[in-house]
């Protein structure tokens, strides 16, 4: 594998990395699983690439951040307060948010960010073609030690409780339907975060580049699991950031290897089922042993 690509690979694990985060947050430990993401990617991309055009790449990161939490509250009432299930409100704000998408970037299906410049750009002045890379890492480390720091708070003690014992939560007077819409709310802001970032590191933003992102993210969390069973919550995020990175690894080693790109969806669905059955199975068998 050439050094160029595989310092690509790694940058897109990165990436990867921010949006698996948000995954994390509402699939681990608030236990919803939240399809609302596939669309809250797509936002951050938009709102980024369409301020990116006009010249405000750092308000389109931030505005992506903020699209993407707005989203993500959105979809926690239709589940708090209409009472709608998990499953089903993601999927009605995840399709409300293609038509709020193709408005953000005109009707246009995609936004190209061609000649313009990025965040990115400052940073190749000084180190170059890894300037993109360096913003990557840093922009996951900061994201990944306050997330850790805010679960350690009250308020994210709160969060993990509810997603942990909701009954418990309750009785102990602690409004579960706040924390639900916080933590999807967050939730999808980073993923939203991750998007803004994924447009203007490619240099374009598609009405349809969110889908499959679930999936991606489930792979991250799955695959360093896999590689990290520490229970510490520390220790569960590094397992995200280190899950993301190899996954990408995964799905490079298999277009190296003649797989069509036009497949890696397939494969990343594969490998998700796999390691969700592998789990269950290990589980069971823990569960007879005991």
Known sequence: MAVSVLQNTILLGFIYAIMALGIF??????????????????SGCAVSAVLTVIGYPLLGMLLGFVVGM????????????????????????????????LKIMNGMPNVSLF????????????????????????????????????LQTQLGLSLR??????????????????????GL??????????GALFAQNQGFADVSGGIGMMVIGLASILVGEAFLHKRGIGWQLCSVLLGAIIYQLIMTFALQLGIASSDIKLLSAVLVAGAISLSQLQWKRRKQHA
Request: charged share 10%; hydrophobic share 50%; proline share 3%.
């Open 115 to 150: 000649g313009k410049d990025t965040v990115i750009t400052p940073l190749q002045h000084i180190f170059a073609s890894n300037g993109a890379l360096v913003l990557a890492l840093g922009l996951v480390v900061l994201v990944t030690v306050l997330l850790y720091l805010f």
């Open 161 to 182: 409780a509810t997603g942990d014992n909701e009954a418990m939560v309750r009785a102990s007077s602690i409004n579960s339907d706040a924390m639900k819409i916080l």
């Open 185 to 194: 709310g967050l939730a999808n802001g980073l993923v939203g975060l991750g």
């Open 25 to 42: 947050l509402s699939f681990k430990v608030l236990n919803i699983p939240d399809l609302t993401v596939d669309g809250s990617f797509t």
């Open 70 to 101: 707005l989203a993500g509250v959105v979809s926690g009432v239709l589940q708090t307060h209409c009472k709608i299930p998990s499953v089903l409100a993601g999927i009605l704000t995840m399709t409300a948010l293609y038509s709020i998408n």
